[in-house]
């Protein structure tokens, strides 16, 4: 898209843009080019001589037992937390989304934890759910449940969907909230005259007219659970026990930044770039354009 | 009337439920702060305040050194965050502003090329480049730096395309009408494009508070010195492992500390939050 009426200046342009392109291009393009760059060299353990490998560190991590298990974490990770946010946040959004009394003040009380870091959160949910002092943790020792994260990998990885979903609903719930006041209120009444129930109102009209909005959101809460959570899981469990909350972006961080191991470290972030660029790519090819707001 | 009301009350059940689950976490925090570090430790917390608040939100703010923790003040690492967190909004809003106002009101070449680039950053979070882009720092020397923490962050598309969008809605008789009138593309920004934005400036703010507020990863990297750490990176290194027997009234009371602001930026600014984020995400 483009204005009709423009301005005629040959330099001022440039140096509008300027400040812009130095920043991106020192901080993120030439990073980028070395991650691609060094994801086809490997260093000889005392980083004296660099060999060029081809792909054989996207073989390498590819073959890795670790890396596949931490793909395997990721996915059980990102699909937990995905579909709990979403279900919850469709839930509380259908019900302040009727006629009742308080609605704004409803939506404020399930809007604020949006603000709170993921690291914050964890350090929240380690305080309730620890297994000796947290108020649920030592419930649940004292039922003879045997809670303790630290050392069971399925309660870790429960935690930590735990503390990272309830940060994200409340940016969900704002969307399909969004989403369901832009459903024009004629159609819903011709439903009701219909005498449809709110179940079959819900079923056949809402969540079909809502679509792009929990499209767009299945992305956003996708890239949220491999990039965004990176806190949540520093904080609360280190990758851990074992490395059953190892997710691929907290292997990245091990192995490029904690063990140095720059090849196959650079080599994992390109596969990442991959995924995230063939996630971006699919939201705007899909829902740019068909999503309406406000 | 009745029936209405009766209608509703699943609503109002469910909504109660949620909002009360939110704030839980919250409240316990609060809780926590309140009560002293062998309370705490022993298991022995009750849900009602104890009288230790005023002492540990001192203690917090200007040591934070427990029986076991050797923080660093909570109001330094606050101060960082604050610092942080403006110099993060402020400089994003600045240059995208300046970019999008290229992109929209002048046609030169390489126009689309250099807005391809600037919208390819929205493909990678800086989590995937971490490795390389911490080479790049520690070659520049800004490893442990105010500009080294700040400034890789301000690169990002979002409010180069939300700019972008707004000044595409600026009616062609304005600048016409400029034009007539002698001003030049840098008086038509000040006075004209520049106000007619203040309330997406206002959104964007706020949105990139929040996101400079919560950073993790890059000041995990960045910052060396314990001086230099933002207050959600100061916190996880007071919890450490998260030991029974740790100073949890003065990790509960930093953590309240810490959530204060963003959170209040939240409620207070509603209508701009909002605006901010349908706008930036759409």
Avoid: C
């Avoid at chain 2, 960082?80 to 403006?86: E, K, T, Y």
């Avoid at chain 2, 509603?270 to 930036?280: A, E, I, N, Y």
């Amino acid at each position: 898209m483009q204005r009709r009426v423009v301005f005629n200046n040959r330099i001022l342009p440039y140096f509008l843009l300027l400040p812009q392109l130095i920043i991106t291009t020192i901080f993120f393009f030439w990073p980028a080019s070395q991650a691609i760059y060094q994801s086809v060299l490997r260093q000889d353990p005392f980083g004296l001589r660099t060999t060029f490998v081809y792909l054989d560190n996207f073989r390498d991590v590819l073959s890795d037992p670790l890396y596949i298990e931490s793909f395997q974490v990721t996915i059980v990770f990102s699909i937990s937390v995905t579909l709990f946010v979403m279900t919850l946040a469709l839930l509380f959004a259908v019900m302040a989304d009727r006629q009742i009394r308080g609605a704004q003040t409803y939506k404020t009380l399930l809007l604020w934890p949006y603000a709170l870091a993921p690291a914050i959160a964890a350090v929240l949910w380690v305080f309730i759910f620890h297994p000796s002092i947290g108020i649920i943790g030592k419930s649940l020792n004292a039922g003879g449940l045997h809670w303790d994260y630290k050392l069971d990998g399925g309660q870790a990885l429960l935690l930590i969907v735990v503390a990272s979903s309830w940060k994200q609903i409340a940016h969900n719930f704002l969307f399909f909230l969004a989403g369901l006041q832009s459903v024009p209120i004629a159609v819903v009444e011709a439903a009701m005259i219909d005498g449809a129930s709110a179940w079959k109102l819900f079923r056949t009209i809402l969540f079909p007219l809502i679509s792009p909005t929990t499209f767009y959101l299945l992305t956003i809460n996708l890239v949220f659970a491999f990039f965004d959570t990176f806190g949540v899981i520093h904080a609360l469990t280190g990758g851990g026990p074992g490395r059953s909350t190892t997710t691929l972006m907290y292997k990245v961080y091990m192995d490029g930044y904690v063990n140095l191991n720059l090849g196959i470290s650079a080599a994992q972030s390109v596969i990442l770039m991959l995924i995230v660029s063939a996630l971006v790519w699919i939201q705007f090819r899909y829902v740019e354009g068909k999503v309406h707001y406000s | 009337m009745i029936a209405k009301q009766l209608r509703n009350l699943p609503a109002h059940l469910i909504l109660a439920v949620a909002v009360v689950v939110f704030a839980f976490p919250v409240y316990l925090a609060v809780i926590g702060s309140t009560w002293d570090a062998g309370t705490i430790g022993r298991g022995q917390m009750p849900l009602t305040p104890g009288p230790d608040g005023i002492e540990n939100y001192t203690n917090a703010l200007t040591s934070a050194r427990g029986g076991r923790i050797i923080g660093y003040p909570v109001q330094v690492l606050l101060w960082n965050s604050l610092l942080m967190a403006v110099a993060i909004a402020v400089g994003k809003i600045i240059i995208s502003i300046l970019s999008a106002y290229a992109v929209a009101f002048f046609r030169f070449p390489l126009r689309m090329f250099f807005f391809g680039m600037i919208f390819l950053t929205l493909m990678l979070p800086i989590e995937v480049r971490i490795a390389p882009t911490y080479k790049v720092m520690s070659d520049l020397g800004l490893i442990n730096t105010f500009a080294g923490l700040t400034i890789p962050l301000m690169a990002s598309a979002t409010g180069t395309l939300l700019f972008r969008q707004f000044f595409l809605t600026i009616p062609d008789e304005y600048v016409e009408a400029a034009k007539l009138d002698g001003a030049g593309p840098l008086r038509f920004f000040w006075s004209i494009a520049l106000p007619l934005s203040r309330t997406n400036i206002a959104a964007l703010f706020v949105i990139l508070f929040i996101y400079g507020w919560n950073q993790y990863l890059w000041p995990l990297l960045i910052t060396t010195s314990r001086g230099m750490e933002t207050i959600v990176i100061g916190i996880v290194k007071m919890m450490g492992t998260g030991e029974a027997q740790t100073d949890w009234n003065l990790i509960m009371a930093s953590t309240v500390l810490a959530l204060l602001p963003p959170v209040l930026v939240v409620v207070l600014m509603q209508q701009w939050f909002v605006k901010g984020l349908v706008q930036t995400e759409k």
